[in-house]
């Protein structure tokens, strides 16, 4: 009997070590549970915030192309806008050059033909434009001569001015010596 306690309470140890062996197993087992539970959530999150991420470059991407789209469209316009303007301006040129053409082909004509009566025109406009020029030049002679006569009245005042003032100057310094 003594045997069959020594061996249960062999057997007990035995399987009392076994139990705290396998309780710190499950021990260790629970906490790479929990540290793995927490890597998920941070791996969750982190995929949860490129997802986010990843749609909203898809967004950006999407109104990018839209905007290039309407950008090409406008510029597609504006080149056709430019080939028609272009095609105007190349019409109004050679509309000029003929108007042009005509024009010396007409002023030719008329100079040929006034030729004669323009010169006698043009020989009497000179002659009143050089009347005209000479009785300028004598006003503005008169005018410069009575400048410089002014300009003379001018600094023999100034100079009798200065002399006044240094007599002046001298009268109020004796008064002022009297005073004293």
Not at 2 to 16: M, P, V
Request: glycine share 2%.
């Amino acid at each position: 009997m003594q045997r069959e306690l020594n061996d249960i309470t062999a057997q007990k140890n035995h399987t009392q070590s076994e139990v705290a062996d396998l309780s710190r197993q499950l021990e260790e087992a629970e906490n790479e549970v929990g540290q793995l539970t927490r890597a998920k959530q941070a791996l969750t999150k982190k995929m949860e915030e490129y997802k986010s991420a990843a749609e909203n470059e898809a967004q950006a991407k999407s109104k990018v192309s839209a905007e290039l789209r309407n950008a090409q469209e406008d510029l597609d316009k504006l080149r056709d806008q430019v080939e028609e303007e272009e095609i105007g301006k190349s019409d109004a040129q050679r509309q000029l050059q003929k108007v042009n053409s005509e024009m010396s082909a007409m002023q030719q004509k008329m100079e040929s033909s006034m030729a004669g009566a323009a010169q006698q025109e043009l020989d009497d406009l000179k002659r009143k434009l050089n009347a005209r020029i000479q009785e300028v030049t004598a006003q503005l002679e008169a005018a410069q001569g009575k400048a410089a006569s002014a300009d003379k009245a001018r600094k023999r005042a100034q100079s009798e001015l200065e002399e006044l003032t240094a007599e002046l100057d001298k009268v109020n310094s004796s008064c002022m010596q009297t005073v004293t």
